[in-house]
């Protein structure tokens, strides 16, 4: 696992990495795992563009995923590591003994031939799912889920993984990779390990075709517009916003914040990501 160098034999390679797939041990998905993905584009129910900058880029197949793990006390065989072009994590296609096959994501240190097991009574090990209570301080998880049964929600990106830190009452605290602390039911699932991947953050694109395969569309800036379509735009030569950067429709951007509360769900935050308490 790792990331490899591309030869500068045209401008477009000259500052490209890709991944070297050297886990990858098959190139032929699960057939009946498999569903068919449509290509939205952006656009909503009507037509209308509800999202800039989505288009195009290569047909993918969904892979489904396992993310409830609730077979509990059924072990199941690892028997291959595959590519999801749908998410930056490798995935596993797991053989269970009542010959059941599912697709997990794949932490590090887990290979083909390993066997993994969900329920309480599962070891602390790495691909185990268990809930959050018999789980050990300190341990790093992912794959949690926020609400039992719901199946995972947190922590499911290529090198993530949260650490528990403390376990009261009816919750459990878990340090997110955001540095966000938070309080999870103690009946929720986690799998243990982090995820693997890690390298994958450090990958240059080096060119911007690639973007377009992955289905990114071009985005021009707001001064280069005019001012019927975007308020940075018009004036003589090159000018700024001229007061505090704006979105197209006139709302402000950078800085200002948009997450609404929610009391139901931030009582749950012990300390948030952008701030201290």
């Known amino acids: 696992m ?14 490209m990495t890709k991944m070297d797939f050297s886990e990858v041990t098959t190139s032929t998905p699960h057939k009946p795992l498999l569903k068919s993905k449509k290509i939205t584009a952006g656009r909503n129910n009507t037509g209308r563009i509800t999202c800039r900058h989505k288009g195009g880029g290569v047909k993918r197949a969904y892979r489904v995923i396992d993310f409830k793990r609730e077979k509990f006390g059924v072990p199941a065989t690892v028997k291959t590591i595959e590519y ?3 998410r930056n994590v490798r995935i596993s296609l797991v053989f269970y003994a009542d010959g059941e096959k599912r697709y997990v994501l794949t932490p590090q240190n887990l290979s083909v031939g390993d066997v993994i097991v969900s329920g309480p009574e599962a070891e602390i090990k ?3 799912a268990l809930p959050l209570e018999v789980i050990p301080l300190g341990t790093m998880v ?11 929600k947190l922590v499911r990106t290529a090198g993530a993984g949260a650490q528990l830190m403390a376990k009261e009452g009816n919750y459990v605290t878990i340090k997110l990779p955001s540095s966000e602390m938070r309080m999870i039911r103690k009946e929720c ?28 569309r071009p985005t021009v800036r707001g001064v280069t517009m005019n001012p019927c379509d975007h308020p940075h735009g018009g004036g003589e030569g090159k000018t700024g916003p001229g007061g505090h ?7 402000p951007a950078l800085g200002f914040k948009t997450r609404k509360t929610n009391k139901h769900s931030d009582k749950y935050i012990v300390r948030g990501r952008k701030r201290n308490k």
């Open 189 to 216: 699932l986690a799998t243990i390990g982090v995820l693997g991947n890690a390298e994958f953050k450090n990958m240059k694109i080096g060119k911007a075709g690639r973007t377009r395969y992955m289905g990114i």
């Open 142 to 152: 992912h794959n949690v889920e926020m609400i039992p049964g719901r199946g995972a």
């Open 84 to 86: 999801d072009p749908n």
């Open 245 to 251: 950067p704006k979105t197209p429709w006139g709302k």
């Open 126 to 128: 790495v691909g185990n």
């Open 2 to 15: 790792g990331i490899k160098t591309i030869n500068p034999t045209s401008p477009g390679q000259r500052g």
